[in-house]
């Protein structure tokens, strides 16, 4: 929302447009106020150097058909000659001369550059090139009687402003207008706010434009007949502010229309009274009943779209959204019938968001304007246009009708001083209050330690005791607000699970694996392309097609990862990724959980093992691997499934071939996903002391024949057992499979060290610990290798 | 015999200095205090001498011959293992430039790195950290959050809506991809009593297009407090509190009034840098009487604040992150710089 300076000062004044420190001051005071200034910019400073010069003869030049010569005379007495582009200007008009030396908006510096030898001294310019229009046709013409010699700004009466670029929060509907935010800054700066909108009567005539509501979506509908009308130019004033604000000047009807909507913010509209007939309706559309908007645009609407019927029950606006082009004010217009009106916001939101319609009007009406502005805005709209229909009439006997929908208008609420301060942490005095609410029109009567507080009709977004205490807040200054500390009663402290969670990430880390962190949602056909069976939950309104599943499993964020590493030459590469995943229920609330996924390019399954086992151990959780069940997606003879009890917590080995060729992977990926919310809340992490023994060890080799269909993992179990309790550790170390083993066999060789608490260990245990090995795997079909 | 011992003692200390080996020293050692050695062979015979006060002078010389001897090859046996060891070392030389060996550590990613140390800074002011689910019900992340159906606030939040069916309208299912971290808020309320002292940080979405600055899946992290006579100073306070103890000394805020459904009076904060320059941070405010009750929690008894802002522009803007899409390519280029 923009604001323009000098026109906040006709309510004010507020600060001159030519004091920058003037200028912040203000913006800080804005800002203070939560009309966060977005952007400062200063208008209307007029380039130094160009002057109103005119011109004394035009040459062709010789050779270059689009060259002109011209001299010109910019009141010093001095024949200057510029060359020129442009072919729009005779002897006699006065134009804008850059003189040497002049810097123009665009940065260029004017030289003395010639042609063909001749020198030029100065340059003609457009309003482009001035920084005051979008014309760049031809050179600018001024006022054929202005004084040369003089700047250009001070023939066009282009003076310096600012534009102040507000961010108008959703709850400050009234600061859609210059006079709200005036209204808020004069009370900021305990200044006076000068009334506007109250200095033309109606004393014409009486004739009333008939007015029937049927939606009450439309709580309030004026209608005023004026007549004198003479459709013609703005005065450059007011098409200046327009300008300023990013409106265009069309006439000065349409122009007076936006000017009160951007002052006052009221909007209205002014029909051509000869297209109308006798009267107005509004009502809901007929499913597909089509109005061309003065965008020219066909409408199709809606039930749910309010619209304004002529006489003849034919759509002449969208309500509160646009007008419509039939009706629209022409050249031969001299009769006007001004509608000014009240919409429900909610309405208007929708509708301007069925027809992705949003103009200044309905983005008024959907944040909520004051239900009793009418009155004011038809004498301001009838101030502003009688400056150029001096003849201008305004009829009496204008409708005001209302419906049930029409806001209430004696809305008040009880604030108690006690509850300002005990949400503010301030100190004040119920007597306090009305020096900071009545500026802002939030009228105060205190009683006792309680005020009644009025809600002006420009705030509906102010319904309780909060809102005032905000307001309370806003004009008191956040900034004057103490600071202190609150003591929470407890400690501070991260939970058992987000311990357990970052010495998960540590120790992955520790194993030089980094940490990716890809999209959880993905493409409709990824789980599939990943060899995930399954349903996923969907976006309903993704924004790319591409991204309108929620993942199943963090692999297939991983590998895409591993696979543009490994495009960018980078092989090897090992990433973990702890997220969510969003198994579906069937209905409401999916089984949403926390899991970890592991993906170790260029490594096969045993790393992957080696990593669980590093987890498993640091985490004080367990799992078998379950070579019998191979999770989807992966490698069909080198995965398997996470065994915990009888639940599935997981899978681990390798990622399927095809899955690879699927995301474009050429390296083998090691690979382990497993659900860590359960071992995460477990308390398995806190083992207690197992005293070192201080006795001396031995190693006990032993080598095995075992049938390739035995997992290793159960005669390391079964080795566990037999040699419990002198064992202090065992590791595989050697697999064999070839000569001296027969097929489908391979040899397993374990180092047992065994150590007793208490003692020197005798040949004798060792000879005891190797038999019971021997026994115990024998039951797994094994034999020892001699 | 006087005259033997000398003479061995002499031929002893001749050998040991040539010996240019342990195993030499060695043979010097057996050779002479050996059993069978020069000085072991007189020892041997000195039960010999009749004399009695002749064989305790002479059991006195051997003696002293023993520990001479036996000195001098300790000595020469340490100086032969120290010159050992000094050509093995010498031999040993590497240039440690020559740096084939690569340790690898694993990277953490930048997010989390913000994220556990705004946790950290919150413990240290009290806090706990609150987690909850990413895929949210419209009535805890609008409804309860004082956006009931048709607030024109919901349609800031660009949300993305879930569904079981891709046929399914938009918004049916009360399913939807938290758009903010506050329905953390509520779930805290409702599962808790006050005082409540938590922050909680998180994965958020929007239906945003991604840029420079922008995801449509980013991390926010979010501030509640609720205790008795909890003030808008306690607010202002405990933002003060966090900027220096995140950004450091030098840091300072403001609050400046802003509009949120879920808070009233509500601010925006902003932190001004050592430099005079300002940052807009987050949001935050009072929690809205209308939030507590959603909550369970009533607020005439109790009062609240809360805040909340985006942890991924905190790994930005610390690291100088000119493109934020370039933390999600996790290209391992741009992994291993942090």
Known sequence: MKVLLSWLNEFGPFADPTDSEAVAAVAADLTSLGLAVEDVIVTGSPVGGVVAAKVLRVEQHPDAAKVRRVWVDAGDGEERHVWCGASNMVAGDVVPLATLGTTMPNGMTIERRGILGIDSEGMLCSAVELGIGEDHSGILLLDGDAKLGVSYAEVLGIEPDVVFDLDVTRNRPDCWSIEGVARDLAAWRSQALANVGNGFSADGDSRTVPVAIQNPACGRFTATVMSGVRVTSSPDWIARRLEALGMRSINNVVDVSNYVMLELGQPNHAYDLATIGDGFTIRSARDGEVLKTLDDVDRACVVDDLLICDGNDVPVGLGGVMGGADSEISESTTEVVLEIAWFAPLGIMKTATRHGLRSEASARYERGVDPTLADRAVQRFAELLSLTCPDLVVHSGSADERSEGMPELERSVEVRISEVNRILGTELNVGDLPGLLDPIGFVTETAGEIAKVLLPSWRPDATSEVDVIEEVARHFGYERIGRSVPKPTGHGHLSQVQIRRRHLRDVLLGLGISEAMPNPIVAPDTMQRAGIAGDTLRILNPLVADESSLRLSLRPGLLTALAHNEHHRRNGVSLFEIGNVYPPTGDGLPSEHEVLGVVLAGRDAHAAVAVWREIAQALGVGAMIDQSNVPDGLHATRSGVLRAGRDVIGAIGEIAPEVLENFGVTERVAVLEVRIDGMLASNGGSGSYRPISRMPSSDLDLAFIMSDDVAADRLERALRQAAAPLLADVTLFDTYRGAGVPDGYRSLAWRLRLQASDRNLTDADVADVKAACEAAASKLGAELRS | ?338
């Not at chain 2, 019900?137 to 879930?162: C, K, Q, S």
């Not at chain 2, 607010?235 to 802003?258: D, H």
């Not at chain 2, 992150?321 to 390519?329: K, L, P, Q, S």
């Open chain 2, 1 to 338: 015999m006087t005259d033997d011992i000398s003479a061995a003692i002499e031929a002893a200390l001749t050998r040991i200095e040539a010996a240019q080996t342990l195993d030499a020293v060695d043979a010097v050692s057996a050779e002479t205090m050996g059993k069978k050695g020069v000085l072991g062979g007189l020892k041997a015979s000195l039960s010999k001498v009749d004399d009695i006060e002749e064989r305790k002078a002479l059991g006195r010389s051997l003696n002293e011959a023993f520990s001479s001897v036996g000195a001098a090859i300790d000595d020469r046996r340490a100086q032969l293992v120290a010159e050992e060891r000094n050509t093995r070392v010498e031999s040993e030389r590497l240039d440690l430039t020559e740096a084939m060996d690569r340790a690898t550590r694993g990277h953490l990613h930048l997010v989390t790195q913000a994220w556990q140390e705004l946790e950290d800074v919150f413990v240290g002011l009290g806090f706990t950290v609150a987690e909850g689910p990413e895929v949210e019900t419209d009535w805890h992340n609008f409804e309860a959050l004082n956006m009931g159906e048709g607030h024109p606030a919901r349609g800031e939040f660009d949300t993305l809506f879930v569904g079981h069916d891709e046929h399914e309208r938009a918004g049916d299912s009360g399913l939807l991809l938290r758009t903010h971290t506050s329905p953390v808020q509520i779930r805290t309320m409702l599962e808790s009593e006050p005082p409540i002292y938590i922050v909680a940080p998180g994965r958020v979405f929007r239906r945003d297009t991604p840029d420079a600055t922008h995801m449509p899946v980013f991390h926010q992290i979010e501030g509640l407090v609720v205790d008795r006579n909890i003030s808008m100073a306690d607010l202002a306070g405990t933002i003060e509190a966090f900027t220096q103890a995140f950004f450091g000394e030098g840091f300072t805020s403001r609050l400046r009034p802003s509009y949120f459904p879920f808070t009233e009076p509500s601010a925006e904060f902003d932190i001004r840098r050592p430099d005079g320059s300002w940052l807009e941070l987050g949001g935050c405010g009072m929690v809205h009487p209308e939030v507590l009750r959603a909550g369970g929690v009533d607020p005439e008894e109790w009062s609240g604040f809360a805040f909340g802002f985006g942890i991924d522009r905190m790994a930005v803007m610390r690291h100088g992150i000119t493109d934020i899409r370039d933390m999600y390519v996790n290209d391992i280029r741009f992994i291993e710089q942090f």
